[in-house]
């Protein structure tokens, strides 16, 4: 037997290996068929919804935070950056942005990543934040308040790999996409304009690349969020105030 017949004899067995006793997915309430007893995969716990959800968020159950989530800890986090932005621990996180900024290589347009390892494209995310000139604290400021975020969360998913691919998500949509816009002669004089958009996918491998470089970077961060706290937390006499009776 050759090794591609090896490969789809072993993959057939683990298709059908154990159908039978995990058909149902894991997800309490969740109707779906694994996709092990469909026979359309091997995750012998989760259905395809759940699966993908899972590439998508980096947790099976959660969803990512929303910008409104975000927002107010976005700024709180900017803020303390740049007020400690002579601290060593911020120095040294900014000079790890830096070195991910001159590691990435020449930018890739968002048309022409199809075909490019999650790597590549991670990479290439990198290479269009250099391209825009962000600032590496803005980076930082990204992951500083997506750990404000997931502390003060009353249900929070403190597994490390939803972190990541929260991070993840977070420079992949600061890196954008891609836009061209031409003008195109119509027959009787009039002009056309024409404009393409490409924003890459967010999901899958890509954003624990991108999410491990920026643990990487900014792990030196890590105490500023008890800064980070206090900039959030409501000032002392509006809550007497609001603790009054009406």
Known sequence: MTLPSKRKADLRRRLTAGADEHRKCAIIGCPCPTTASRGSGLN???CRRHEEHHE??????????????????????LRTLREYQKDTRVHRARLGIETLYAAAGMPVDAFRLRGLSPEERARAAWARLRQDKVDPLVPLSEWLALSAVIRDDSQPDHRNEFRLVQAGKLIHRLAGGSHRRWERERPGGAVEVIELHRYPASRGRVLRHLGERLDRAAETLEPLL???????APPRQSARKSSQPL
Request: hydrophobic share 40%; aromatic share 12%; proline share 3%.
């Open 226 to 232: 008890s800064d980070l706290r206090a900039a959030e």
């Open 44 to 46: 012998r716990l989760y």
């Open 56 to 77: 998508r968020h980096g947790s099976y159950l959660k969803s990512s935070y929303s910008a409104a989530q975000l927002a107010p800890y976005r700024a709180a986090a």
